[in-house]
């Protein structure tokens, strides 16, 4: 259990103390849930901090269970799950072209008019404030992966140890301090697990700059 997301940030940059000062490495996070974390790794770590903007696609009936996630140029969708819950392909169309157009906005909002740091060549240490089916990540890997990242370390408070080992295959080295069987939620597993604002989001951001 965790207090909030700056101490799982913090339990997570004891554990990547290795990484502290690396002149090949930077914190990426995944927004907005996991900025709090990735801010306290770059204070901690004394790594630079940017985002990768990605987002899950919610099942038409009930928007937490995660379908898939799409990023600015890719999306990835549990085609098994679709088929089981015969979610139709207009839905999922019409979710992915939506969730983009937001994506548009939020790739503007955060990155302003200096554009995104390069990861060509770095290792990317990419944060999140835990994952459930691990698709939101695995997209932002992939597309890391394509943006020339040499090392991809996958680093999260807590995750089903199914999705851990799922990670494992597409990242280089993944840190979770908690991996359950009985996996629920991931606001199960913190005491405070209140909605990060786009206005906090662009303070960790600036502070970190």
């Known amino acids: 259990m965790f207090r909030d997301r700056p101490a799982a940030g913090a339990r997570l940059a004891r554990e990547l103390s290795r990484y502290r000062g690396a002149d090949d490495a930077l914190i990426v996070a995944v927004p907005r849930g996991g900025l709090p974390i990735a801010g306290v790794l770059a204070r901690e770590l004394a790594l630079r901090l940017d985002v990768v903007v990605t987002k899950k696609i919610g099942h038409p009936d009930d928007p937490e269970l995660a379908i898939g996630a799409v990023s600015l140029t890719d999306e990835a969708v549990d085609s098994a ?9 207009d839905d999922i169309a019409w979710q992915i072209e939506r969730v983009r157009a937001a994506l548009h906005s939020r790739y503007r909002m955060y990155h302003g008019i200096s554009g995104p740091l390069s990861v060509i060549g770095k290792t ?40 851990v080992e799922i990670l494992k295959k597409r990242a280089d080295e993944v840190v979770c301090l908690e991996a359950p069987d009985d996996f629920t939620a991931i606001s199960r597993f913190y005491t405070d697990f209140s909605r990060v604002t786009d206005e906090e989001a662009l303070r960790i951001l600036k502070d970190a700059a």
């Open 81 to 89: 799950l679709v088929a089981r819950e015969s979610i139709s392909r």
């Open 124 to 163: 990317v240490i990419l944060a999140d404030d835990g994952a459930a089916t691990g698709r939101t990540m695995l997209v932002a890997i992939d597309l890391l992966r394509r943006q020339g990242a040499l090392k991809i370390v996958a680093a999260l408070p807590v995750a089903p140890r199914g999705t």
